[in-house]
């Protein structure tokens, strides 16, 4: 969210024509900043760093804030609310499963250079977007399991185990184990940087 948001991305011409385009579309969208980790995520990480300091949540919040064309009057209370809304319970009719995309390297830390060259530094697990730590829910209610899936963010749309995996759901009612979908997982940690 925060690379959109700062650099823009390219999409291929499909339907935007260049990364400045992108980037300010992107600066009107509430939900790119909903997206931005939470308290809870940057209290336990650093998230983005000036040289000789971490900056803190807020310090992150204020910091996207002053990026021209955002236009959302408080990034931090929007971004709390949704992260809040996260960790109410669902209904208790309601039994969920949590699929999770790993093996993919996400950005673990932005770091700000003076000179314009940011850094995306220390890679750490995850589907290419969301960190494996941001992506396990924050409470288990009703929560029938926690699946994973050697998928990226975009490809857990389309990886086959997955489907499968989720047609077996729906047809009987709980899951069945398939090949590419894991009960357990242990988190890679020998990223490098090219």
Known sequence: AFKVLKYGIKDKGWFFPNYDTITDIS?????????????VYCNHNSYIVEPGRALRWLDCMNYIQTMDGCNVGSIAQLNTKLHNSLQKPWPNSINHYNIIGVDQGSVGIITLNPNGHDGMQQPVDGDG????????????????????????????????????????????????PIGGIYLTYSERRNWTME
């Open 129 to 176: 977007v969301v960190p494996l730590e941001s992506a396990v829910p924050y409470n288990l209610h009703n929560n029938k399991g926690i699946f994973y899936a050697k998928a990226s963010h975009q490809g857990l749309v389309y990886h086959e185990p997955v489907l499968q995996w989720i047609e077996n759901v729906l047809r009987t009612g709980s899951p069945i």
């Open 27 to 39: 600066r009107t969208f509430p939900s790119i900043y909903q997206l931005l980790p939470s308290k």
